[in-house]
């Protein structure tokens, strides 16, 4: 769904993918190498707070190296049912079962964050603005296809309170950070902001900075904006924003079904009326929320 075929297969055996992919690895041994060449223009500069950054950088090159290696089959590693299949995440074990055909190629150095995420059925209860979270999970520091950002702090990571959300908003962002890092190999990971607290609630000013009206009930997340130096980190200017892959960013948060994308009134991005809109203080932040359950509700 997400990577054309390039090679059509006469079948679709389970088998004949798996088959295919080792294949690929023994006559294409050099997708599986890491490159040690260092020079990664996303990096962070040393001392900037991002212990993370260098740490899945290479995984990172991997899975960029998997997409593009020839013989594999699409869906071959592409995660399902991020976005729409509410409810049957927990069943599916989606966090085990895609991220294992997800980061198939990764897992040598042991199993990447995504895939130790504590999956369950969560609830978002009440409003966003005056709610709270049932079952909430918490989003990894860090992972192979994004970082986090404490906007308190302005370091990275964000803290473990700062980054629980419903199951369904973790597919989701898990989703569309995959399908930038697809489109985009060896782009910087997506940099994410708040979600909402371990059992929500209200996340105003008194738990740092200006906090917000709503992410009381792990329905929304902070989403900043790609940088066109391409550095993991905030935008301090709209300036520095690459507005070609802030609007990719913004559509696929439409596609993946968000209820709403906030963006900043100085960005020029845009999307569909009822969807997409301009909000003061989201200038350097794309701030989604995603509709609560299965049902669509106001
Ligand atoms: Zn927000």
Known sequence: MIHPPRIRFPTRHP?????????????????????????????????SGAPTGRVAQPEKRMLAAVHRAPGVPSGAGVPSGAGESSGAGESSGAGESSGAGMWAG????????????????????????????????????????????????????????????????????LRVAEEHAAAHPGAARLVIGDL??????????EYGGDGHR????????????????????????????????????????????????FVGPRTGLRGPAKVVMTLANHDDHLHVRIRPGTGVRR
Do not use: C, M
């Open 15 to 47: 088998l004949v993918a798996v088959l295919t992919v080792l294949i690929a690895v023994v006559l294409f041994p050099g997708v599986t190498h890491r490159d040690p060449s260092p020079g990664v223009a996303h990096r962070d500069p040393p001392g």
């Open 106 to 173: 990764v897992t040598e150095r042991g199993r990447p964050p995504e895939a130790a995420i504590a999956w369950r059925r969560s609830r978002a209860v009440g409003k966003p603005n005056h709610g709270r979270l049932l079952g909430g999970v918490e989003l990894p520091a860090a992972g192979t296809l994004f970082v986090t950002v404490d906007p308190v702090t302005g370091t990275s990571p964000n803290r473990a309170w700062r980054r629980y959300g419903t199951d369904r908003l973790l597919r989701v962002l």
């Open 196 to 205: 909402s607290r371990p059992h929500g609630g209200r996340f105003g000013p």
């Open 214 to 261: 709503s992410h009381q009930n792990g329905l929304d997340a902070d989403v900043y904006y790609p940088r066109r130096d391409g550095l993991e980190r905030v935008p301090r200017r709209v300036g520095q924003v690459d507005r070609r892959l802030a609007q990719e960013l913004v559509n696929r948060f439409v596609r993946a079904g968000a209820q709403y994308v």
